[in-house]
Nanobody, 125 residues
């Protein structure tokens, strides 16, 4: 069973930074990508970023380009999301998820097969 656990969320002032972590269990497949999504109250789940298992493909949503950076530490089975210059509009529950399509990253949540439980990020003005 694939498990994903997010951490690193919290309360931060506007302009501040947070680093989210997503630790995954051991996988039995090779072609996959890990994505970060967020969902604010009353809004649809939004694709934030994605990184393929080879590191060859990345994706950033328009609203976070230039502020967020995705990276991975294979030895720790962990993917990170460094979030800088945070604004109140970034307030949401952040989820990591795994897509097993060989095509790699996608911003479409139904394409992802496995999800973590999320971590809350709150940015105060």
């Amino acid at each position: 069973e694939v498990q994903l656990v997010e951490s690193g969320g919290g309360l931060v002032q506007a302009g501040g930074s947070l680093r989210l972590s997503c630790v995954r269990s051991r996988l039995t497949f090779d072609d996959y990508a890990i994505g970060w999504f967020r969902q604010a109250p009353g809004k649809e789940r939004e694709g934030v970023s994605c990184l393929s298992s080879t590191g060859a493909r990345t994706y950033y949503g328009d609203s976070v380009k230039g502020r967020f950076t995705i990276s991975s530490d294979g030895a720790k089975n962990t993917v990170y999301l460094q979030m800088n210059s945070l604004t109140p509009e970034d307030t949401a529950v952040y989820y990591c998820a795994i897509i097993t399509l060989a095509t790699g990253c996608s911003s479409y949540p139904p394409n992802y097969s496995y999800w973590g439980r999320g971590t809350q990020v709150t940015v105060s003005s």
